[in-house]
């Protein structure tokens, strides 16, 4: 009992550690390549200085308040698009999760994999435990599994690759209304 006490007490004071470390507004964004949904490489230097990144960290695919937040910014994908940005959502899942994922939901934006945590830790975002769930798509059973499952934070970075936003308390629902609002006001 006190060994599982004792890590539990550990996972709490890194998370803590990690989110004192958050980066907050005008901090330089960290540079960092995840695999994407499609199997490729993604990497932020490839878009830093060409447009606004939205970046949303969310804890699991094909969950509730996860799959709201998702579907806001497919349907607010065209207005992000007019506001010279770029939507890039990340989680622990693995890269077969997330095309689930997308597929499931008809995503129009690239989901990253961070399953190791590595990308959330670059920008501050807490993570715990990964985990495993089992849903059905299309009549076909899948096990989506998950390395670790990161807070929902959202981050806009400008062109200039400096931090323009953070959420840290995000509304899955109206998460992109907010960072609309956030890319309206130059």
């Not at 998702?70 to 999760?97: N, Q």
């Not at 590595?118 to 059973?141: H, I, M, N, Q, W």
Request: aromatic share 10%; hydrophobic share 40%.
């Amino acid at each position: 009992m006190k060994k599982y006490l004792f890590l539990l007490v550990s996972i709490m004071a890194v998370n803590v550690l990690v989110a004192q470390n958050a980066l907050k507004v005008g901090d330089k964004a960290p540079q960092f390549s995840a695999q994407s949904d499609t199997g490729e490489l993604w990497n932020i230097s490839d878009y830093l200085g060409k447009k606004n990144i939205v970046m949303f960290f969310y804890p699991a695919a094909m969950t509730g308040g996860c799959t709201a937040q998702a579907c806001s910014y497919r349907d607010d994908i065209e207005k992000l698009s007019s506001a010279d940005a770029i939507v890039v959502g990340i989680s622990g899942d693995d890269v077969a999760a997330l095309k689930v994922f997308k597929k499931a939901h008809n995503l129009n934006y690239p989901l990253l994999s961070d399953f190791d945590g590595a990308v959330a830790t670059k920008f501050g975002v807490p993570t715990g435990a990964g985990g495993s769930l089992t849903r059905v798509v299309d009549d076909t059973e899948f096990i989506l599994n998950r390395g670790v499952t990161a807070q929902r934070w959202t981050f806009v970075i400008g062109k200039d690759g400096n931090i323009k936003y953070v959420n840290q308390q995000v509304n899955a629902q109206n998460d992109s209304k907010e960072v609309l609002q956030i890319l309206s006001q130059k």
